[in-house]
């Protein structure tokens, strides 16, 4: 179930990102962003796999959380932070 929400939960920040560069910079700039957030993710989980390895021990499968669970939260809180800050904006100066 965690691996569900965690991918519906990339899907909708896929769109909304696209959204809002396609909308500030055009279709190139909407799909650089889909791209560039499907190389973080793809590069992300493959190394959040790999320290979730090192740390958790193989259990069960069916268990709620897994390696693989714990590896995708893991990736989703890390690209929370990053995607934080990368798509904040410029603040822009108020005009007083």
Excluded: C
């Amino acid at each position: 179930m965690i691996p569900l929400v965690v991918f519906y939960m990339h899907v909708v920040a896929i769109a909304a990102v696209y959204t809002r560069r396609w909308q500030e910079e055009g279709i190139p700039g909407g799909m650089l962003a889909v791209f560039f957030m499907a190389l973080i993710f793809f590069v992300g989980w493959s190394m959040a796999s790999f320290v979730m390895k090192l740390l958790m021990a193989p259990g069960d499968p069916q268990a709620l959380l897994n390696r693989d669970s714990a590896s995708l939260l893991l990736l989703t809180s890390a690209e929370a932070v990053f995607y934080y800050f990368y798509l904040r904006g410029e603040e822009r100066p108020s005009r007083v």
